[in-house]
């Protein structure tokens, strides 16, 4: 459309923009600037879902059963460990809403907007169409906006587009049909102003923006399960088929054998019980919680909890380049002249660093004049400024022209403020060069200019060697650019000319002189290369996608060691975005953002799993890749900072968003966001995620059998006709205080010093393998052994005596979870190997449960509570002889197994 076409279309001066009482006017019919958020669950319905798990609602109809049965404080009991347990997980999850409702709340932007024909700053959400909007370097675009007045305008749209480098913008018609990275005539919300002034009328807002239209496509996603909710899930629905069937089983038996009805029913309310793992739904959300305050601590900040335990899963990291895998500051490494080629060291815009020509440290860069002439050029042809503060270095412009300043920096370049600027020539794409017009006091002007080796060469008629002129050789020249280029470097080309007047004009950039090379890199992070190493040491694979060129790719990736195909000459092969495009193009069809039929996801999935670099991948291509990696059955970890990258983050098992660079609809598309924006970070993530699912496995391990051996307590004495050796209401004591005081002390265990040498989980495998099966039912019958038979020792005793029994029987099964707790601190090795102070937790967890033993047996309210009664001292010993032999016989386990698994090992 011409500019006159959209005035008529917005309803607006181009030019003077809209009064403040029509803006109003739109405001309340189109509603405010910004996105509309994903709906999240009521109050009412989180509090609901709490209540709704197939193992709380058994207790609830346990509850409803005691209460019917006219046992009020059993009922009650059950009640309150129910209600508890909801608002545990409910505060847990508000938390959560909260924190992330705080951070959204602390994003408010302005724009500069021109209402009644005078410039005003507004909150960014009070924009409407037709309102006009002032563009200066370092704002963020507020809404999707038609250019009416530009000067040299450049745009960051990596956000939306994924393209590096910054889209130059003009006032051209274009056709409809041009695709959205090609529409140079138009700004769009969400994007950055890197250079360059403009004016445009606001076309839409909200969700009617490009950037709203992919956060529609995220807000319409489905979240997929991770690894640890199937587990829990599956778990549960065995526990829950077990518990039913059995109990449903020993409530016929009863019945058949003519048992009283009450009894009956207090029996298979106390195995439904017993059975069920009270504390399991409390310690998984404390130990996740845990888990997420000690990924915060290393940089980390997990927005959903079990996203804390699927990094442990992670089978593949597919990781972006700039500023994850590298520095995202780029720095001069090599400047190349005829007079030598000089090595640069440092990385970023710290300018400490040195520089060097054969070896040799350059002290004083005037001793080789042409070096010292093109540091020059490269700092003077430039409209860049490094602002310092707080140890923190703020770039006014282009990355790259930052990086020539810290390069004159470094070589300590001196008097370069005694130089100014009397003329430019902006960059832009069709001519390929940057020019200025500088002079010292009054000498003579000179032209300096940098831009590509082919819009250079072209224009230059000789070169510069140690401070005299020679003779072009283009060919020389042309090798360097090549070779430079096969390091994965950038390369500028410095060139210069003197001119006798104080104005700069396109006709004057000829005629020059050839001054150097400078080749840059965005540099790979210091603890990039250790953090892969970790990675693929513990059987994680690591991709590279990035919108960068192949051969940068493959040298970064070269240089962090990334392990993938390989090219014949040794260099890592990268698949580019058109070859997926081939891959994935069967002619078949196709929807939007990276939809793909079966056979191209098996062709893409095929070419990932051998390839570890993928360069100039489109925004789509990313999800395509994801897709294609999960078909084949791998748990995928994505980072990414754009909107376009929100919909692979949403589909990845765990989506990284980088917290510095981010973009908020990234961030809200993620699982965990990265503070630091550090790759090595995600690596100590996935530590910290395994840690937590070794402890969770732990607990699991140990709480288990508690349930297992009260279960076959209880059938012991249904098919023996004995009283009853625990009640409901002392089941849930046991379930309940053991979790509280010995459980929760396993959330703090270290972790153990090899878990980042084992292979990622496989996903289909259940929480306990066949052995830690195996141990949990070895346990159980020792438990309900030990029990069961002191119960019946003491109850033959005398009829009078069954509360004493039921205490006994009690205080058995909690001293040999004490006792337990301590052998399942590690699952494969002994404790005397793992230190038996190492975890204070366990020790202070084991005093506060027998501590609360003594008041569970002497003290008269729990008598009355939970129908208890005293017990001689005596008993203690037997309580303590009955751990001790369950511990021994799980170590004695554990180190039979270790010497089968090294016999084995050594046999192989």
């Known amino acids: 459309m011409t500019l006159d076409a959209v005035s008529s279309a917005v309803g607006a001066d181009v030019e003077t923009g809209l009064t403040d009482v029509e803006a109003h006017a739109r405001l309340e019919r189109d509603g405010q600037n910004r996105m509309t958020r994903r709906r999240g669950k009521s109050v009412g319905r989180r509090l609901l879902d709490q209540f709704v798990q197939p193992l709380i609602v058994i207790l609830i109809v346990a509850a409803g059963v005691s209460a019917a049965l006219g046992d009020a404080v059993d009922a009650l009991v059950i009640g309150a460990v129910v209600l508890i347990n909801g608002l545990i997980g409910f505060f847990q999850e508000h938390r959560a809403e909260q924190a992330i409702a705080a951070l959204d ?61 910054p889209a130059v913008k003009a006032l ?41 239209r992919i956060a529609r496509l995220i807000a319409s996603a489905t979240e997929i399960a991770t690894p640890l909710t199937r587990r829990i899930a599956a778990l549960s629905k065995l526990l829950l088929w077990i518990i039913l069937g059995v109990s449903g089983a020993l409530f016929v038996f009863e019945t058949l054998r003519g048992a009283e009805l009450t009894r009956t029913f207090n029996a298979a309310v106390a195995l439904a019980v017993g059975a069920i793992p009270e504390g399991l739904p409390a310690a998984v959300t404390v130990l996740l919680a845990v888990g997420v305050s000690n990924m915060a601590k290393r940089r980390a900040l997990i927005r959903r909890l079990p996203a804390v335990e699927t990094l442990g899963s992670t089978t593949v990291i597919c990781s972006d380049k700039t500023g994850t895998l590298t520095e995202n500051q780029m720095t001069v490494t090599r400047l190349w002249t005829l007079s030598g080629d000089f090595e640069l060291s440092g990385a970023g815009y710290d300018p400490a660093g040195e520089v060097k020509l054969d070896g040799e440290l350059v002290t004083t860069p005037e001793s080789v004049p042409t070096f010292a002439r093109a540091l020059r050029c490269g700092a003077l042809c430039n409209d860049t400024q490094l602002v310092r503060s707080h140890g923190e270095v703020k770039v006014e412009g282009d990355p790259t022209e930052a990086a020539l300043l810290v390069a004159a920096e470094k070589a300590a370049l001196p008097e370069l403020d005694t130089w100014r600027r009397l003329d430019a020539i902006p960059f832009a794409s069709e001519q390929m060069y940057m020019a200025t017009l500088n002079v010292r006091g009054d000498d003579t002007p000179f032209v300096f200019v940098k831009g590509s080796s082919e819009a250079l060469l072209a224009r230059c008629v000789d070169a510069e060697r140690r401070g005299e002129r020679v003779p072009l050789d283009r060919e020389l020249i042309e090798a360097r650019v090549e070779a430079m280029g096969a390091l994965g470097l950038r390369v500028l080309c410095l060139a210069y000319r003197s001119l006798a007047r104080d104005r700069l004009a396109r006709e004057d950039v000829q005629a020059l002189t050839f001054l150097g090379l400078v080749g840059m890199i965005d540099p790979p992070r210091p603890a990039a290369a250790s953090a892969v190493a970790t990675c693929l040491g513990a059987g994680i694979r690591v991709k590279m996608i990035t919108g960068d060129h192949a051969v940068t790719a493959s040298a970064i990736a070269a240089q962090i060691g990334l392990q993938g195909e390989r090219t014949p000459s040794g260099a890592l092969r990268a698949v580019t975005g058109s070859e997926l495009a081939v891959l994935a193009g069967d002619g078949e069809p196709r929807g939007e953002f990276g939809a793909a039929t079966d056979r191209a996801l098996d062709r893409v999935g095929q070419t990932a799993e051998d390839v570890a670099v993928f360069a100039r991948v489109a925004p789509e291509q990313k999800l395509l890749l994801v897709r294609a990696l999960q078909r084949r059955g791998h748990v995928v970890a994505m980072t990414g900072d754009g909107v376009n990258d929100a919909p692979a983050l949403e589909q990845a098992d765990i989506g990284v968003a980088m917290g510095k660079g981010g973009t908020d609809v990234a961030r809200g598309a993620s699982a965990m966001i990265l503070t630091d924006d550090d790759f090595a970070t995600i690596g100590a993530a996935v530590e910290e995620g395994r840690g937590v699912y070794d402890n969770l496995v732990k607990f699991i391990t140990w709480t288990l059998p508690t349930n297992g051996g009260e279960g076959l307590v209880l059938l012991a004495a249904v098919v023996t006709g004995a009283a009853l050796p625990i009640l409901p209401v002392q089941i849930l004591w046991v379930n309940m205080a053991t979790a509280v005081f010995l459980g929760i002390s396993l959330v703090f265990e270290p972790k153990e010093p090899n878990l980042m040498n084992r292979p990622p989980r496989d996903v289909n495998e259940p929480i306990l393998s066949r052995s830690l099966g195996l141990r949990t039912l070895l346990v159980s019958v020792l438990i309900a052994s030990a029990a069961f038979g002191l119960f019946e020792w003491v109850e033959r005793q005398g009829s009078d005596r069954l509360d004493e029994a039921r205490t006994i029987a009690v205080n058995t099964i909690v001293v040999i979870e004490v006792a337990y707790l301590f052998a399942c601190r590690s699952l494969r090795v002994p404790l005397w190997r793992l230190g038996w102070f190492s975890n204070p937790w366990v020790w202070i967890g084991s005093g506060a449960m027998l501590l609360a033993q003594l008041l569970f047996t002497y003290a008269p309210f729990m008598n009355r509570l939970f129908h208890t009664a005293p017990i001689a001292l005596h008993w203690w010993l037997y309580f303590t002889a009955a751990g001790a032999l369950v511990f021994g016989v799980v170590e004695l386990k554990k180190l039979s197994g270790r010497r089968r698994a090294a016999t084995g090992a050594s046999a192989a």
């Not at 994003?107 to 907007?113: D, K, L, N, S, Y």
């Not at 090609?182 to 403009?198: E, I, K, P």
């Open 105 to 165: 709340a602390l994003v408010i932007t302005e724009a500069t907007v021109i209402r009644d024909g005078k410039r005003r700053r507004l909150a960014s959400e009070e924009l409407v169409v037709g309102d006009v909007v002032v563009l200066q370097p370092g704002d963020s675009v507020p809404a999707d906006l038609r250019l009416s007045r530009l000067r040299d305008l450049q745009v960051d749209e990596a956000a939306l587009t994924g393209e590096s480098v």
């Open 172 to 212: 051209a018609e274009l056709p409809a049909s041009v695709g959205v990275g090609d529409r140079s005539n138009m700004a769009f919300a969400g994007t950055a102003v890197t250079f360059g002034s403009a004016t445009g009328v606001v076309v839409a807002t909200g969700d009617r923006t490009e950037t709203g």
